[in-house]
């Protein structure tokens, strides 16, 4: 998702719904029961993931670094959707759940841009890796793509939102916890 249509999808409720029902149409996004196996299995996926990130920096893998940190933003999207009792099969479906149901209630607007920042450059990210990759390791060995200090930032950032997903997962939860 580009992001002049995210930000179109953010200050137009319709456009975001109408975009939410293409979803379901195509069975990409669906209802699901409440399931606290679900939320935390991809919470504790998440946590995995990032300290997944932490080994690696270690060890200078900076590109899986940066694949990390995706799929632990990726994780923690999926638990915040699913205790909204949503599923998706698709990463511009799970952004549009997450910004109807989240937005204006503890995601900001550069959360929804980090996530989007990840699915809209994940291919194109992997794609790139793989090929310079194979450049260098034909003509010159291999070496990293990315450098310590970007891949720390952003380690930094995708731990911040984990951090505050999980505070507004606990709110969820205990709201859900309230109802009769």
Partial sequence: MKINELNKLLTKSTLLNNRIKFYEK???IEKVPFDLNEINGHLKKSEHDLKFVSDNLKLEYFDWCITGCYYATYQ???ALIRAKKFY???HDATLCIL???YYSSGITKEDIELINM???NYQDLLFYVSSKERREEASYGTKSNFDREEVEKLRAKTAQFIDKAKIILK???DEINKKP
């Fill in 99 to 101: 910004a109807r149901e």
């Fill in 88 to 90: 998706s099969k698709n």
């Fill in 26 to 28: 195509k069975k990409l």
């Fill in 118 to 120: 990840f699915f809209l």
């Fill in 171 to 173: 709110n969820t939860l």
């Fill in 76 to 78: 923690i999207a999926l």
